[in-house]
């Protein structure tokens, strides 16, 4: 199942408009819409996660529901608000492109790190639920990085090229 593409027409962006987003260029985004044996790394499937508003399961593993395409087509409306409101000085698309160029995975532990300080020092304050889904949500974002940690063993122990190293050099040949 590949729903990129799916979700990327009801969001109403182009490929050239994602590609910026993330960092790839747009045969690497086509490559990922149309090829099945393409798919986007982990890495990436975050970023495209981040950029939607919707988990990364949605984009091979699970079927968009309902729930999930009122999501994009709102979450796009919003950002379209924003941008009108900005006088275009809040383009999404732009917005992320500069965020991912300029943070690294050190800034970003880092941030995370504070993030998570900053949450159990008001720990206190939250309810017994919210606490309970912090924690499921802390549950899940340490499984996830779990699995990228385990492909990146993988790769190494067999002194293998990423999927992201892959996949840019049959886009840098396009």
């Not at 986007?40 to 091979?60: D, M, N, Q, V």
């Not at 809040?90 to 300029?102: C, M, T």
């Not at 499984?143 to 886009?171: G, M, P, Q, W, Y």
Request: hydrophobic share 35%.
């Amino acid at each position: 199942m590949n729903n990129l593409k799916n979700i990327r027409e009801i969001y109403g962006i182009t490929q050239e408009e994602i590609a910026k987003a993330i960092n790839v260029n747009r045969a690497t985004i086509s490559n990922w819409e149309n090829q099945e044996d393409k798919k986007a790394s982990s890495a990436s499937l975050e970023k495209l996660s981040l950029f939607y508003g919707i988990g990364p399961e949605f984009f091979y593993d699970e079927a968009l529901n309902d729930t999930v395409r009122e999501m994009l087509v709102q979450n796009s409306k919003h950002q379209r608000e924003i941008e009108k409101a900005s006088n275009g000085e809040h383009a999404k698309a732009e917005d992320f492109h500069n965020l991912f160029s300029s943070l690294t995975f050190d800034k970003a532990v880092q941030k995370y790190m504070t993030a998570t300080k900053l949450l159990l020092a008001t720990a206190d304050e939250g309810s017994l639920e919210k606490l309970e889904t912090a924690l499921k949500i802390n549950k899940k974002m340490g499984a996830r990085l779990e699995s990228i940690v385990k492909i990146r063993k993988a790769e190494n122990a067999n002194n293998e090229e990423s999927l992201s190293d892959l996949i840019e050099s049959l886009s840098a040949e396009n």
